[in-house]
């Protein structure tokens, strides 16, 4: 092969591969012809070769490139057939097969990260819902670095949604996202980076993978599970699901952040789990509240915070960031309230600032319902949440 004599530097991938194997050729057949004319030839004949590609019934070729590893398949027919091309390509695929681990001892072999995550979902446009996941990551679970203006990394982000039976449904989107510590989203006093994926899809059952790559340390976060988008297209009173949150605020117009809500920032709060000495924030939307005469809405908001059974494992499932519903006894109800509200929209955004200073650290069970006075009809929604004693105690 011409390996570094800059000659076939104008191709790449398998283009290169064919144009090497041409040439190769042609040395041979002409063991006495300069460099210059043997590669004229070969491209002359790479050229022909491209317009017979071009003429077939919709040839296809594509190249598999990682870590210095190029192997390329060809569709000679358009369908659908694909062949491993060249010398060099299977030379490849018998090495990879002879010597790489097997796929249990590559993953024993990967450290992994353990991020904290929550799924909810709101309305979206046109019939769609809206499924956000949202993670946090402790700064120690990357790989070394530094900055002059705070804790920041570099981590490889994809988030994916897929049919039961593992057809794509949203494109992959590997995206470097350059993640600062949010001092408001922490655990134990330890800032967290935080960050959050949307994705807009018809309501159904799904599967949701999300990949998540430090590119220093090489560790990686892979996860899989089935969820439920609901359909909140319908002409009912209607409650999203309820997004806990560090903290919220009004922001100005101007202000950028990938937590921004309208005139609201919405810090998330991956995991569900705080400090006793920090308030939790819920964020959640209500959808088709009804009008009176003179266009006016009339609804009454009520919460009530239960304990949660010691010693079923809850907790410690939900601070790894497990969303699947958790049905258990309650216990007695330690917080509630209820508030009346009237407004002019019947779509409108609400967030609530709870304390939990006077709760001892545990498990609990949030229920949110929202009863539309004008039409009677009444909707709830859950939120099962931990907290955590304050630093520096146990």
């Known amino acids: 092969m011409l390996t570094g004599m800059g000659l076939l530097d104008v191709y790449d991938g398998a283009e290169r591969v064919i ?22 030839e070969a491209e002359l004949e790479m050229e022909n070769r491209m317009l017979r590609a071009a003429s077939s019934p919709a040839p296809e070729r594509w190249v598999y490139l990682d870590r210095g590893i190029d192997i390329n398949f060809d569709d000679p027919v358009g369908r659908g057939a694909y062949l491993i091309s060249g010398d060099r390509s299977r030379v490849l695929v018998e090495r990879m097969e002879a010597g790489l681990p097997s796929l249990s001892e590559a993953e024993d072999a990967i450290e992994h990260i353990d991020p904290m995550d929550t799924v909810v979902t709101f309305r979206g446009s046109n019939d769609r819902t809206v499924v956000e996941y949202a993670f946090a ?37 590997v995206r470097r996202r350059r993640l600062e510590t949010v001092s408001e989203v922490n655990i134990r006093g330890i800032p967290l980076f935080v960050d959050c994926t949307r994705l807009e899809v018809v309501p159904g059952t799904y599967l949701l993978t999300t990949f998540l790559l430090d590119p ?62 920090q308030p939790l924030f819920i964020y959640y939307e209500i959808y088709n509240l009804e009008k009176n005469d003179v266009g006016g809405t009339d609804y009454e908001v009520t919460y009530s915070i239960a304990e949660m059974p010691d010693g ?83």
């Open 137 to 173: 990551l402790l700064p120690d679970e990357f790989g070394s670095f530094r900055s002059r203006t705070g804790a920041y990394a570099s981590i490889e982000v994809d988030v994916r949604l897929f049919n039961p039976d593992w057809t794509p449904v949203t494109e992959s989107d």
């Open 216 to 277: 220093v340390s090489g560790k990686r976060a892979t996860a899989e599970e089935e969820i439920e988008l609901p359909d909140y297209s319908g002409s009912g009173l209607m409650l999203s699901d309820i997004l806990p949150a560090a903290l919220i605020r009004e922001v100005e117009p101007g202000l950028a952040s990938r937590f921004r809500r309208g005139e609201l920032e919405v810090l998330p709060l991956p995991g569900r789990a705080l400090q006793v000495d």
């Open 312 to 394: 079923s494992g809850i907790g410690a499932r939900l601070y790894q960031g497990e969303v699947s519903p958790v049905r258990a006894r309650r216990r007695r109800i330690v917080l509630s309230s209820s508030f009346p509200r009237s407004g002019i929209q019947t779509d409108i955004s609400e967030y609530l600032e709870l304390g939990m200073e006077e709760l001892p650290p545990g498990t609990y069970l949030l229920e949110l319902t929202v009863r539309d006075v004008l039409s009677g009809a009444e909707t709830s929604k859950q939120l099962l949440f931990r907290t955590l004693p304050k630093a520096g105690r146990r």
């Open 19 to 40: 144009m090497e194997a041409i040439v190769d050729s042609l040395m041979r057949l002409y063991p006495d012809a300069d460099m210059q004319t043997i590669i004229r």
